[in-house]
T-cell receptor
Framework: EAGVTQFPSHSVIEKGQTVTLRCDPISGHDNLYWYRRVMGKEIKFLLHFVKESKQDESGMPNNRFLAERTGGTYSTLKVQPAELEDSGVYFC???????????FGSGTRLTVV | EDQVTQSPEALRLQEGESSSLNCSYTVSGLRGLFWYRQDPGKGPEFLFTLYSAGEEKEKERLKATLTKKESFLHITAPKPEDSATYLCAVHTYSGNTPLVFGKGTRLSVIA
């Protein structure tokens, strides 16, 4: 089966610009998660979708971040406007049911300059 | 606050030199502890889940164990292809955060 796909793999943008990250989960996986790792820190949870609904968005840092999941399929994470501290690697993961052995994508490395 | 600490931060081993990685946790109530492997430029890859103290899981040269305060990932006779960052994460009864990760241990196995 195809894995979790994220794109772009890398993005370099200027402070104040907008960036949209995309995640295509494994087909049939209702649960989709976004995580982020900033340099020198641990991977941290951002939010969790069950199908198209936001189950938990307690990890979203502020209202500059907006996540959507269209029709319960792919998801986008938009950062607008981007700040320097938003730089990091953004990971998406998906699972069947509420299982934590879920499958991660390779991540999008975001650099804000 | 739930916390996961991994040690050492980095470990360099000769091929065949067995060792252990440590993951200590402070949580209000543990639902499960997870080990992942991460290669450069890739996402974390699931290895094991442990649920209760005394539980052990094995996969090839890796063996994970769990106590009430920590988990160990034992690597027996490692090979260069075992080089990666190993991540520990916990799922707890407090709050809604699915997983709380440690910073990881970077393992290098030299031929």
């Amino acid at each position: 089966e195809a894995g979790v796909t994220q794109f772009p793999s890398h993005s370099v943008i200027e402070k104040g610009q907008t960036v949209t990250l995309r995640c295509d989960p494994i087909s049939g996986h209702d649960n989709l998660y976004w995580y982020r790792r900033v340099m020198g820190k641990e991977i941290k949870f951002l939010l969790h979708f069950v199908k198209e609904s936001k189950q938990d968005e307690s990890g979203m840092p502020n209202n500059r971040f907006l996540a959507e999941r269209t029709g319960g399929t792919y998801s986008t994470l938009k950062v607008q406007p981007a700040e320097l501290e938003d730089s990091g690697v953004y990971f998406c993961a998906s699972s069947v049911g509420n299982s934590y052995g879920y499958t991660f994508g390779s991540g999008t490395r975001l650099t804000v300059v | 606050e739930d916390q996961v600490t991994q040690s050492p931060e980095a470990l360099r081993l000769q091929e065949g030199e067995s060792s252990s990685l440590n993951c200590s946790y402070t949580v209000s109530g543990l639902r499960g502890l997870f080990w992942y492997r991460q290669d450069p430029g890739k996402g974390p890859e699931f290895l094991f889940t442990l649920y209760s103290a005394g539980e052990e899981k094995e996969k090839e040269r890796l063996k994970a164990t769990l106590t009430k305060k920590e988990s160990f990932l034992h690597i027996t006779a490692p090979k260069p292809e075992d080089s990666a960052t190993y991540l520990c994460a916990v799922h707890t009864y407090s709050g809604n955060t699915p997983l709380v990760f440690g910073k990881g241990t970077r393992l290098s196995v030299i031929a």
